[in-house]
């Protein structure tokens, strides 16, 4: 048989103790450029492709990364009735957003022929997870292929463990991480953060992000030496750029105007402006040039007045310290906060307003039911605590269509979701399922830091006891050369046009969450170091804001919240709990109206509307689980009557024993029935426990048996026609011929009916 000749390239290095493996030259070699990545028993493979320049006119570079999680490569089936892997899962839209925000900012400016970059999972151990290598995989295909690109990039991942920096730790070690950052960074600077934590300051936070950046210089030298081995030549593209000639006649006639826009305030005050203005403009331009020069120049006059916009925003705030809306370089927009902005139907609600940004944060508490299941390449977990983001088309006064949420949407609620984590009680103590919404109502940029807030009121609203408040800011860059200014609180318009959006979250002490994207191909530690400052002293401004709204939560729920208690039992008496096709729990359910669950580890969930309901759910499990006492008093419901005794039911009715005639107070002669009734409300004392029968002694009750109308009992005459000798027997016979039978027999269609 006729084999392949493959080319194959590998380049090794060591990374926390494990070897990483890059190969190329076997797997799809028709991509521009592929590698394939193994760490540990981890391997993804990485293709990128560049395709042709499209003949439609375009002034964004269309750049497509896509993480595509194959459930095999865990050794899993996909749930569902496809049995196939369908739209890609959060975590895999997320980590897809990741290697963009680090890869976009090094092609090439004007660089618009489209890129698709594919990173598939192939195998996945359980240890090292395949986002630890998702950056450095697209980057080295990129840079091995003949694509336009400034890299080599790398990204790693950094946690906290025994208050020691660990560079990409296990799936394992991570759980006990204070911190979870992704950094992605070139050689020389830092280009992307994503981080989550609790308890990590500003200073440990910039030395947890430049020790991975140390490991990640020595990934980038691994690129280089395989590019420099194997590496295409990077192809001649057209860049779309705008003719000097062009732009600088435009600016020499229009400047002036255009900086007068620049400073009109309100959000669509300026942009109603800068329309106008774009449109006398183009008018200029038609009357100026012919038909047929204009239609050859449009495209470059248009995009023209854009960067001019641009320089003269970017002009303003860095050299004439004048930001677009008037404010300080350090100045928060002002601010509106309301608690219980909806009726209590909603269980929190509060409606946080930063300039023209508004989100709308609502809390509902629910049970175990109302988990998120969370499915992919890990082991299936649930969440009982989830943010959900919405950005509607009104919000920024758009006409558009509802849809499912995109990639925005979800990173936007992943970042807000990820600041309020650390403040959400254990579910040991809290046991609820928390679902936090942020609808945006208006938006002029940082609506994500928004929702952090009105969330976290929210939260505090509803009485969900949070271990601390936490608000979130949005801090922006102008950078020239070496001349830059950090801007806190950046509208649209600044992030729009600047070089970085830097949001930081956290309490008065410590950071919950950090995101920063460039559009730049890098940051220095000194700008890192300011930005990560003010925005301390921002959100200590805003916590004192919303602290003087409420400072703590409330000691009571919503009355319309439900009433939820937990506790755990031992596991072997789940399956008394649920009983013979889940006969008992469904039981307990019919009778309390509380909704209960029970999961493997024995933890006990019990949900009612109100507490009473939910007192007896509780008391009728506990009544399951727990062993009846000798010589102790219980009360009970007389359950049976027989000739030689009764039989009661207790502990809410799981446990049942029975009372000898001898142990009942029945004088020698009269008849059980006359002291007894099916029904009664009576006290007994356990004398013994054989092999599970319990015995039963109401000799010293010291009370007569309870029941409603009961009515009272004559004295009856000796019957004299009575042999004394067989009264016992004789009353049996009678019983089961006559009216104690029947009540026998209603006994036994009650029992059968509640089990």
């Known amino acids: 048989m006729q084999q392949h000749d493959f080319k194959i390239t590998k ?53 497509t990364v896509d993480f595509i999680e194959k459930m095999y490569a865990a050794g899993k089936i996909p749930g569902g009735f496809f049995k196939r892997e369908t739209k890609p899962s959060t975590d895999a839209t997320l980590t897809a957003r990741l290697i963009d925000r680090v890869i976009r900012p090094l092609f090439p400016e004007g660089f618009r022929n489209p890129v698709h970059i594919c990173i598939t999972p192939l195998t996945y151990d359980g240890i090292n997870h395949p986002e630890d290598i998702g950056i450095l995989a697209a980057s080295a295909a990129l840079c091995i292929s003949d694509i336009p690109f400034h890299g080599p990039v790398a990204g790693v991942t950094v946690g906290i463990i025994d208050d020691k920096i660990v560079i990409n730790p296990s799936v394992q070690e991570m759980k006990d991480s204070k911190l979870k950052l992704s950094v992605g960074a070139s050689e020389n600077s830092v280009v992307m953060i994503e981080a989550g934590s609790y308890g990590i300051n500003e200073a440990t936070m910039l030395d947890a992000i430049y020790t991975g950046h140390e490991t990640i210089k020595e990934l980038c030298h691994l690129q280089t030496d395989l590019q420099k081995e194997i590496g295409k030549e990077k192809v001649e593209v057209v860049l779309d750029i705008i003719p000097e ?30 329309d106008a203005l774009k449109e006398t403009i183009i008018e200029s331009y038609k009357t100026n040039l012919s038909p047929e020069d204009y239609d050859s120049q449009a495209r470059y006059i248009n995009n023209s007045y854009d960067e001019l916009l641009k320089k003269y925003v970017r002009h303003g705030i860095l050299y004439d310290n004048n930001r677009p809306d008037g404010r300080e370089m350090d100045q928060i927009r002002p601010i509106s906060i309301e608690i219980d902005a909806l009726p209590d139907i909603v269980h929190g609600s509060a409606l946080f307003t930063r300039g023209e940004t508004q989100s709308l944060g609502t809390v509902t508490l629910g049970s175990a039911s109302d988990q998120q299941i969370i499915d992919g390449l890990d082991d299936e977990y649930k969440k009982n605590f989830y943010l959900h983001y919405n950005f509607p088309p009104y919000s920024v006064g758009e006409a558009g269509f509802l849809r499912g949420p995109g990639r925005r949407e979800l990173g936007h609620g992943a970042l807000a979701e990820k600041a309020l984590e650390p403040i959400i009680p254990a579910n040991a103590d809290f046991p609820y399922t928390i679902r936090i919404v942020s609808d945006i109502t208006e938006s002029n940029g940082s609506s994500s830091m928004a929702s952090v807030c009105s969330g976290c009121l929210a939260l505090m609203a509803a009485g969900v006891p949070i271990k601390a408040p936490v608000a979130g800011i949005a801090n922006g860059l102008i950078m020239e050369g070496k001349d830059f200014v950090v801007l806190t609180d950046i509208q649209g318009l600044e992030d729009h046009l600047g070089d970085m959006d830097f949001k930081v979250t956290g309490t008065e002490d410590s950071i919950t969450a950090v995101q920063m994207d460039i559009k730049i191909e890098g940051i220095t530690k000194e700008i890192m170091s300011i ?100 010589n102790t008093w219980y009360e009970g419901v007389v359950s049976r009557i027989e000739g030689f005794g009764i039989f009661v039911k207790f502990m809410h009715g799981f446990k049942e024993g029975m009372a000898h005639i001898s142990q009942l107070p029945v004088p020698r002669g009269q008849q059980i029935t006359e002291f007894f009734k099916l ?21 010293e ?52 009916s509640e089990d």
């Open 679 to 699: 029904g009664d409300i009576v006290k007994a004392r356990i004398i013994d426990i054989d092999k599970g029968k319990i015995a039963l002694s109401m000799k």
């Open 531 to 630: 930005a990560l400052d003010k925005a301390k002293n921002a959100r200590k401004y805003l916590l004192n804001l919303m602290g003087q709204v409420i400072e703590e939560p409330r000691k009571e729920l919503s009355p319309n919240a439900p009433r939820i208690e937990s506790f755990s039992v031992d596991t072997s008496k789940i399956g008394e709990i649920i009983g013979a096709s889940g006969k008992t729990i469904k039981s307990i359910i019919e009778q309390t109206k509380a909704e209960i669950n029970i999961d493997d580890t024995g933890l006990v969930q019990v949900a009612s509307p109100n507490k009473e309901n939910l007192d007896l759910a509780r008391q009728m499990i506990e009544a399951i689980i727990t062993e009846p006492q000798r």
């Open 245 to 274: 000639e062009i732009i600088n006649t435009m600016d020499n006639e229009w400047s002036a105007k255009i900086k007068e826009a620049v400073v009109i305030p309100g959000k669509h005050a300026k942009q109603e402006a800068f």
């Open 11 to 63: 380049k090794t290095m060591m990374v926390a103790g494990r070897e990483i493996i890059i190969e190329t030259g076997k797997v799809a070699k028709q991509a521009n450029g592929s590698v394939m990545i193994t760490y540990g028993k981890t391997t993804v493979l990485a293709t990128a492709v560049m395709g042709k320049l499209s003949n439609e006119e375009t002034d964004f570079f269309p750049l």
């Open 701 to 752: 009750a010291g009370s007569e048996p309870e029941r409603q109308d009961r009515p009272e009992r004559s004295d009856r005459p000796f019957n004299r026609n009575r042999d004394s000798r067989y009264g016992d027997r004789d009353n049996r016979d009678r019983d089961n011929r006559g009216r104690d039978n029947r009540n026998r027999d209603y006994h036994n269609k009650r029992r059968d």
